[in-house]
């Protein structure tokens, strides 16, 4: 069967052909942890799950595509310890053996009828491995011996112990769903015609908030880590060690340096470095937490450019997360905001003497849930998240969830939900999970899983978005690390439909098309390459046109026109579009605060009105 080809996603022609270079060790060795174990030397199974006639393919980078290197291998998922899973994969030799963990980026590919995953091998090498299988039914038999084990791990629970529609829900999600009411093709045609009108204007970049001499001194973990986007105002907030970077958003969508708050402090005078920001009141506030003290949050007043309150929360509960009271409340003059525990979802009201935490208005659970993140609608229904990888819809606070989405087994990183409270995003490390939360049927039919819980007779419809093992495997060639998405935005603003996806990983910005995804097209996203690692993104408010960039010295408003289709050659990329890369120094700095390629120096810093 030929190879697959990574610019076009499909089947390659015998013309692009290559012999692959088979590992010259194919001892490929467990972590040293206890007993060393490795391809020749596989654990003993307690259980087989699974054990399946494959061809096996490598990735051979230089022509981009996958090139078979042993038609007939035998891979084999098993149980070996106490939530312990291994894959064996041997033909004509023992080819690879590696335990089954969820970050090894599992990708099934059903139009191709493959199972794609990336190993690391104990030298530190890493190769991407793909299986692939006679017909359907052989994959799904292999993909839920995968899941199982997957799940089980992370779970530390049996599968066969969960309802069959969790499993249902579980399996679903790797599928191809195409949903129900896409968009006419014609509709899609349309848009896909205008949006390949091609855009070259990258919008104002603008670099470190340090200069040259600067750049010397400072201590190498002073990087942006943290993007605020305003509602009520046109402007960014980028966190960068104790300093935030302002920046406003001008008429002709790009970046213009404001102002930087040089030294972030609490109303006390200790330096502090946030670790998570949140605009508030109107803009006119930045909640903030720092990464030493989880139990508190401090308000920094923007206009004044200074932290002026310190908020106890609760003595015993510290806050893992904190989003809005609703989905537009910081363009409002709402006062309280939501936060998650490990365990429990609260009102944080900073109105209240001493602790600032609403108990009436607490919702705790016995046991450790593991809360990650939350997220709101427009009308305050509320989303959290796990590490576990379940998601619980509510309508209020204080009471039971309406609905409780399965646990897929990997944690999520960030949650999102459409302004109506139609669509959830739950982020992971690999894979961005899009759930449709209409009842479509039952006695529920047109009510959301915040406002009733699912019936008996039907079930939430879960959709993985996820890289094509192709291009899955070409990102990792080109930069040496597994994929690991930030966590995925809608675009957003009153009245505004929800059209775009948007989240990164490492070096690449990646766009889904929402409309696309909805209809079930293959690889329904565009791509950005920069040189450096992306750390932040999002939308600017009330467009899905551009998107505000932070990367680790550098701030970039870009218009979306600019992303493109991936092909070999878009994720290879032109390097030259980051100017945070530090090829020619004199190329940074280049005219005035009005050039649109202007590096932030030390004047800029001292002398700002903060």
């Known amino acids: 069967m030929a190879p697959m080809d990574a610019a076009a996603g499909v089947p390659a022609t015998p013309s692009k052909q290559r012999t692959a270079v088979a590992p010259s060790t194919p001892e490929e060795k467990k972590k040293p942890a206890g007993p060393v174990y490795d391809a020749s030397n596989p654990p003993k199974p307690k259980e087989i799950y699974a054990s399946i006639a494959a061809e096996l393919h490598v990735y051979d980078p230089q022509p981009g595509h996958f090139a078979m290197v042993d038609d007939s291998v035998v891979a084999t998922v098993s149980e070996v310890g106490q939530w312990e899973y291994w894959l064996q994969i041997e033909g004509q030799k023992p080819w690879l053996g590696t335990p089954v963990v969820s970050d090894f980026s599992p990708v099934f590919d059903f139009q191709f009828l493959s199972f794609v995953f990336n190993h690391f091998s104990p030298d530190g090498t890493a190769r991407s491995w793909l299986l692939r299988f006679k017909d359907q039914p052989t994959l799904e038999k292999f993909q839920e011996a995968i899941m199982q084990a997957i799940w089980e791990k992370l779970n530390e629970t049996k599968w066969a112990k969960i309802q069959e529609k969790e499993r249902e829900y579980v399996l679903d999600s790797m599928g ?49 880590s943290q993007l605020a986007v305003g509602y009520k105002h046109d402007r960014s907030f980028v966190v960068r060690g104790s300093k935030i970077g302002v920046f406003s958003h001008t008429d002709d969508n790009r970046l213009k ?23 508030h009141g109107e803009d006119r506030d930045l909640i903030i937490q720092n990464n030493v003290d989880p139990n508190k949050l401090y308000r920094m007043d923007i206009e004044y450019g200074k932290v002026v309150d310190e908020w106890n929360v609760h003595d015993d509960i510290p806050v893992i997360n904190f989003a809005p009271e609703n ?4 363009m409002t003059s709402e006062q309280t905001f939501l936060g998650v525990s490990n365990n429990a979802l609260f009102r944080v009201d900073p109105r209240l003497a001493g602790n600032k935490l609403v108990d009436s208005d607490m919702k705790q659970y016995a046991s450790k849930n593991d809360f990650s993140s939350l ?22 606070l204080g009471i039971r969830a309406k609905t409780q989405l399965p646990a897929l087994g990997d944690p999520i990183t960030g949650m999102d939900v459409s302004a109506d409270g139609r669509w959830i995003l739950g982020t992971t490390q690999n894979y961005i999970l899009l759930v449709d939360a209409m009842q479509k049927d039952g006695k529920n039919e047109g009510k959301l899983g915040f406002e009733k819980g699912f019936s008996a007779d039907t079930k939430p419809r879960p959709r993985r978005l996820a890289l094509t093992p192709e291009h899955v495997a070409q990102f990792y060639h080109e930069t040496g690390k597994p994929i690991a998405f930030t966590p995925a935005k809608f675009n957003t603003g009153e009245g505004a439909e929800e059209t775009s996806i948007i989240t990164a990983t490492g070096p690449y910005i990646i766009e889904w098309n929402l409309k696309r995804v909805l209809r079930g097209m293959k690889a329904p996203y565009k791509i950005k390459r920069y040189e450096d690692e992306v750390k932040a993104d999002d939308f600017k408010f009330g467009s899905d046109k551009n998107v505000i960039v932070a990367l680790p010295n550098e701030v970039n408003m870009v218009a979306k026109q600019s992303f493109r289709k991936p092909t070999r050659e878009s994720i290879i990329g032109n390097v030259r579009v980051s100017s945070g890369g530090h090829r020619s120094s004199s190329a940074n700095k280049i005219g005035t605060p009005m050039s649109s390629r202007y590096k932030l120096g030390r004047d800029d810093i001292v002398n700002s009105p903060y």
């Open 176 to 224: 191809d769903l195409t949903m129900e009411d896409a968009p006419p093709v014609e509709e899609e045609e349309e848009e896909e015609e205008e949006e390949e009108e091609e855009d070259d204007d990258e919008g104002l970049r603008s670099d470190a908030y340090d200069s040259e001499e600067e750049e010397q001194e400072k201590d190498e973990r002073d990087i942006n």
């Open 327 to 330: 989905k537009f409340a910081q």
């Open 257 to 279: 340096f404001s102002t930087n708050i040089s030294k972030v402090t609490t109303p006390k005078g200790k330096l502090m470095n946030p670790k998570k920001v949140m605009l």
């Open 375 to 396: 997220a709101t609608t427009e009308k305050g229904y509320i989303a959290v998240a796990s590490n576990k990888g379940d998601i619980r819809l509510f309508d209020r």
